[in-house]
T-cell receptor
Framework: DAGVIQSPRHEVTEMGQEVTLRCKPI?????LFWYRQTMMRGLELLIY????????DSGMPEDRFSAKMPNASFSTLKIQPSEPRDSAVYFC?????????????FGPGTRLLVL | AQTVTQSQPEMSVQEAETVTLSCTYD???????LFWYKQPPSRQMILVIR??????QNATENRFSVNFQKAAKSFSLKISDSQLGDTAMYFC??????????FGAGTILRVKS
């Protein structure tokens, strides 16, 4: 299995620009998670989906952030407009299902730098 | 609220020796799972070990083992025969019902030759 795939791996953009991060979960996994990692705040869960439906988006910092999962094999995290404080590593993870403490498998992350 | 505390920001160990990383947690749930993840310099998050709270037996994966003390809400990770490739940030994580992982702040482990 290819594991969780994220693109791009690195993104440098200017403040105010729209940024779209992409994720392909492991085939057969029903749950998908978006995390953000910064030095100051550590690893934070932004949002997670179960069977393509957003279950908990309480971690999404503000309305500038949005996430979609149009089908079982693809999800996006969009930031519009981006700000320097959004600079972080964004991880996507997937698991077989939620509710049972299933192991989450992480992608390699997208390192975002907003200038 | 669920919390995970890793009280050791950094640790170092000589190659081939044993090291223990500490983790305490708090949850009101009776059913939950605990994890240790490793994040090497590549930043990839890698599962090290998983423990189900209802199991008394401590989980073991090759050189990695845990000491799970449910009453004390403690979940330490022991690495035996440390190798240079074990150098990484280690995160303890708690998953109460619903699989929403809560991570600790992490412990940087440096293995010295």
């Amino acid at each position: 299995d290819a594991g969780v795939i994220q693109s791009p791996r690195h993104e440098v953009t200017e403040m105010g620009q729209e940024v779209t991060l992409r994720c392909k979960p492991i085939s057969g996994h029903n749950s998908l998670f978006w995390y953000r990692q910064t030095m100051m705040r550590g690893l934070e869960l932004l949002i997670y989906f179960n069977n393509n439906v957003p279950i908990d988006d309480s971690g999404m910092p503000e309305d500038r952030f949005s996430a979609k999962m149009p089908n079982a094999s693809f999800s996006t995290l969009k930031i519009q407009p981006s700000e320097p404080r959004d600079s972080a590593v964004y991880f996507c993870a997937s698991s077989l299902r939620t509710g049972g403490g299933e192991t989450q498998y992480f992608g390699p992350g997208t390192r975002l730098l907003v200038l | 609220a669920q919390t995970v505390t890793q009280s050791q920001p950094e640790m170092s160990v000589q190659e081939a020796e044993t090291v223990t990383l500490s983790c305490t947690y708090d949850t009101s749930e009776n059913n939950y799972y605990l994890f240790w993840y490793k994040q090497p310099p590549s930043r990839q998050m890698i599962l090290v070990i998983r423990q189900e709270a209802y199991k008394q037996q401590n989980a073991t994966e090759n050189r990695f083992s845990v000491n799970f003390q449910k009453a004390a809400k403690s979940f330490s990770l022991k690495i035996s025969d440390s190798q240079l490739g074990d150098t990484a940030m280690y995160f303890c994580a708690l998953a109460p019902y619903g699989n929403k992982l809560v991570f600790g702040a992490g412990t940087i482990l440096r293995v010295k030759s």
